[in-house]
Structures are given as structure tokens and as C-alpha cells.
């Protein structure tokens, strides 16, 4: 799902009569197919393709996008490269010189190689590990509550650009730098003057420790304020809460031609419209889906789940799931040879899957719930079952009447308008039916 935003696409269809389910129009480069408002039957079956269902209960769903799993082993895969730099390239180099004429070890590769990777690796594994946890919490979930018969869309409202005084890539790179080449020294130090009085290379070392504090601090403070002051003028998530019956939901086929390539993109739009401006969406929200058929069957997770309950729609995948790894690698130990159960488990230990199931599992039901309002959590609550909301009559009639249409061959892609097959179409249907196609004339 993309990142909600403060200013959403201004080219929302309006939920006016004009604007319901079964329409189709085309504009100068896509094609839409409207499934909403009035959220009808579509007739596919309910599949959640690209596993955009993330959490369901008794009372609501959650919809979230991204590969959570994959940047996770991401980030940990600089942790496997430092373990093996540091085993095969330190310690293995140092036993291969082999000890000096004073049987002493040389430790300077070892601790070289530990310095890099504490200098290089590790920041780079940290910064892919608290990037994902930052595309979790600016990419929150779409919530649809049957419950009350409403949609929870996010997105983010008010707040502005803020740039660090004084801060620049330059000036990142020089403190980084500056930083790296302080602690470096200070461990290089013992071992780099190990021919001098032990007491130069005491007070040596002491004022790098000086020096690396002095660092430490000026930029840590520097960074702490600025953080804060980002964060104060960062934009506030909030949620708009829609009626589901009223939901602007289409599926969107659209030509992306480029210089020297042309592709297809297929979405599910789910939008709330503006009060003052139904043309313009207050909040909208997009899954990727591939194709129109595939859009349907993810919309009818939705709507089945709206309309028939939790056991209608399908269940969020376990594939990001510790258990589901471990009655995985169970399984390959029993299908597979043991060159490819080692093969895999080489991979495994690479990517650390185990420990990104871990944090994979713990992002999706700590974290990416932590930052959500707390006004969604009470709404979210359940309600007494006398207090849940109904579908209208005219909804469950509709839906009747398109399960007898589906059950006589008839498609939803291909009977335009709604109303217009309802009221018309199906009219004429009946009385040609009842008349009979070849019915003689009465004599004048």
C-alpha cells in the first residue's frame, strides 16, 4: 500500500450517481473499472494475492504492503560479512604468518579487520535495519471495521520541511569521518607504538580518548536537538473514518510508456472523497494487483469479509512467521539430500533468517501497531452484537438479484452500470423471456 499522504491525487472519481459499480471508464492513458459505492458482489472468488492482508480478527482487517521479511535479512546479512571478513580474512591471515620468532601472534589483521567492520558494516547494517522500521511506520494500515461498517484510511496532515542548520552531506561525511579516524586510533595505538616509552603511548592515548569524547558529544548533542526538532515539525498521522457503503474503491490499468519502455500497472484504489470537493480525495490508499482479475479477487477479500464475516476472507500468510520457518527448514531436512539441506542452511546462516523471523514478526505485531493513534485502537474495539451496523436493504437486494445473474453466466466485468443493468437491461431480459423469441403476432 503506498505511503498515505497529506495531499492525495486530486483526480479521485466522485461518489455521485454518475460514479458506481460496474462502470467503466477510460481516460487519456488508463482504463478504470468503479467496484464502489455501493460495494456489489463481484462474483471471483476471494483471494488475497499479493498477501495485503496482514492482521484479522472477530471485528477488523488490516491492510499493509511490503516485503518486511526481505529487509530484515537485509540489514543482517552485514552482520554475516562481518563475522566472516573478521574469521577468514583476520584470524585467517594471522594463522597463516603464524607466530613471530618470540612465539607472539599477530593480532593486528584481526583488529583491523574488527575496526572496519565496527566502522563500516555495523553502520550500515544498523542503518538498513531502522530504515525498514521507518518505512513500516510511514506506510500505516488501511483498517476496515464490519463491526461499525467502516474504513480507518491514514494519512498524514499538517506539519513542514525541516532541514538541519548546518547540516549537509559534506558535514555528514567530515563527522563520520573525523569519527571513524578518532576510534581507529585510539585502537591502532597500542599496538602502532609498541616500541615507544610506555608512558608517550599512555598519554597518546589518552588524548584521543579526549578528543573521541569531545566528538562524541558535540555531535550526539547536535543530533539530539536537531532529531527533536524534526520530529516537532514532521506531519501527524491521523485517520479519517468513512462509511464502507460510501467507500470510492476502482481497479486502474494504466500505460507507462518511457523513452524506451512501455508497461501495464494495475491498482486497487480505495479512497474517502472530499466534503467540499467529491472529484478530490481526502484520503486514498493503493495495492498493487497485476491484473484486473487479480484486482477483483483481492476486492472481494475486502468485501467479503465487510459482508459474510472473518471466515470469508482469507487469512493473513504465516510465510514472515518463526513457526512457519521452523516446519519449513523441518521439511527440507526431510525432502531434500543432505548437500542441499546444507546448501540451504549455509544460505539461512548467511541471511540470518532465523533472527529476521524474528524481528520480521516482532514488527508486525509490536511495532507497526505501537504508532498508531489511540483513537483507532478505541475505535477498534468490539462492539455489543445489537450495536453492529446492517447493510441496507437495497445492498442485499442488489446482491441477491447479481447471484442469480453470475449463477445464469453472466460477469460483472462485462455488464456495465449496476443501476443501469438492474433497472433496464435485466427488465427486457425478463420480458423476452416471458413472451418467448419467436412469439406470432395476433391477427387484426
Known amino acids: ?221 547536535y543530533l539530539s536537538i536537531a532529531l527533536r526538532l524534526k520530529k516537532k515539525h514532521a506531519p501527524k498521522l491521523v485517520y479519517e473514518y468513512y462509511p464502507w457503503d460510501k467507500l470510492v474503491a476502482y481497479i486502474e490499468t494504466r500505460q507507462d510508456i518511457g523513452p524506451s519502455l512501455m508497461a501495464t500497472r494495475t491498482v486497487l484504489t480505495l479512497a474517502i472523497p472530499k466534503p467540499d470537493d467529491p472529484e478530490s480525495a481526502l484520503a486514498a490508499a493503493t495495492i498493487n494487483v497485476g491484473h484486473e482479475t487479480a484486482g477483483l479477487a483481492q476486492w472481494e477479500c475486502l468485501r467479503r469479509f465487510m459482508e459474510d464475516g472473518p471466515e470469508a476472507c482469507p487469512d493473513p500468510k504465516n510465510d514472515e512467521t518463526l513457526a512457519h520457518y521452523k516446519a519449513k527448514c523441518r521439511q527440507a531436512r526431510k525432502e531434500m539430500s543432505l548437500v542441499s539441506w546444507l546448501g540451504k542452511k549455509v544460505g539461512d546462516w548467511f541471511f540470518q533468517r532465523y533472527l529476521a523471523h524474528i524481528i520480521t514478526e516482532r514488527r508486525i505485531k509490536t511495532l507497526a501497531l505501537k504508532s498508531l493513534p489511540k483513537e483507532l485502537e478505541r475505535w477498534s474495539a468490539p462492539l455489543p452484537k445489537k450495536q453492529w451496523a446492517k447493510p441496507s436493504e437495497a445492498l442485499q437486494s442488489l446482491n441477491q438479484n447479481l447471484t442469480r445473474a453470475y449463477e445464469r453466466g453472466l460477469r460483472f466485468t462485462n455488464m456495465g452500470p449496476v443501476s443501469e443493468w438492474q433497472g433496464g437491461r435485466e427488465a427486457k431480459r425478463q420480458e423476452k423471456r416471458g413472451r418467448g423469441r419467436y412469439q406470432s403476432r395476433a391477427p387484426s
Open 1 to 221: 500500500m503506498t505511503k498515505a499522504s497529506e495531499n492525495p491525487p486530486s483526480n479521485q472519481p466522485s461518489p455521485e450517481p454518475s460514479w458506481e459499480a460496474g462502470l467503466r471508464r477510460t481516460t487519456k492513458d488508463s482504463r478504470l473499472l468503479a467496484l464502489s459505492p455501493a460495494p456489489v458482489m463481484t462474483g471471483e472468488r476471494a483471494v488475497d494475492i499479493n498477501a495485503w492482508i496482514r492482521r484479522k480478527t472477530e471485528g477488523w482487517l488490516d491492510l499493509q504492503g511490503g516485503n518486511l521479511l526481505f529487509g530484515s535479512e537485509f540489514s543482517l546479512m552485514f552482520l554475516s560479512l562481518s563475522l566472516l571478513s573478521i574469521g577468514f580474512l583476520g584470524f585467517g591471515f594471522m594463522f597463516l604468518v603464524g607466530p613471530d620468532q618470540w612465539g607472539h601472534w599477530q593480532w593486528e589483521a584481526p583488529l583491523f579487520m574488527l575496526v572496519g567492520n565496527l566502522l563500516i558494516s555495523l553502520p550500515w547494517g544498523l542503518y538498513a535495519h531502522f530504515l525498514g522500521n521507518k518505512a513500516l511506520k510511514e506506510t500505516p494500515p488501511l483498517r476496515l471495521n464490519r463491526q461499525r461498517r467502516e474504513v480507518a484510511m491514514p494519512r498524514w496532515a499538517g506539519g513542514r520541511e525541516f532541514r538541519f542548520p548546518f547540516w549537509t552531506e559534506n558535514a555528514a561525511g567530515i563527522a563520520y569521518i573525523l569519527l571513524a579516524f578518532t576510534i581507529g586510533a585510539v585502537l591502532y595505538t597500542p599496538s602502532g607504538l609498541e616500541h615507544n616509552p610506555r608512558e608517550y603511548v599512555e598519554s597518546v592515548q589518552i588524548y584521543l580518548l579526549v578528543a573521541l569524547t569531545i566528538e562524541i558529544l558535540v555531535v550526539g548533542t
